[in-house]
């Protein structure tokens, strides 16, 4: 299974509280934040449901 890096770019000021919550889930509280997670169906929605948040890298 491939693993993606996740970054978070934007601020969650003034975001919906379940997208907040995502990215907690994500493990994301500070901008600039990096983390990996395994490319599952279930981060990998968790991540478009943010998609405007953060950056996604793929990691070889």
Do not use: D, F, Y
Request: aromatic content about 0%.
């Amino acid at each position: 299974m491939s693993k993606i890096k996740v970054k978070q770019v934007r601020s969650q000021i003034n975001c919906p509280l379940n997208q907040k919550r995502t990215l907690e889930a994500l493990g994301l509280r500070k901008m600039g934040q990096v983390v990996e997670h395994e490319s599952t169906s279930a981060i990998l929605g968790m991540v478009n449901k943010v998609q405007h948040l953060v950056s996604v890298e793929e990691i070889k």
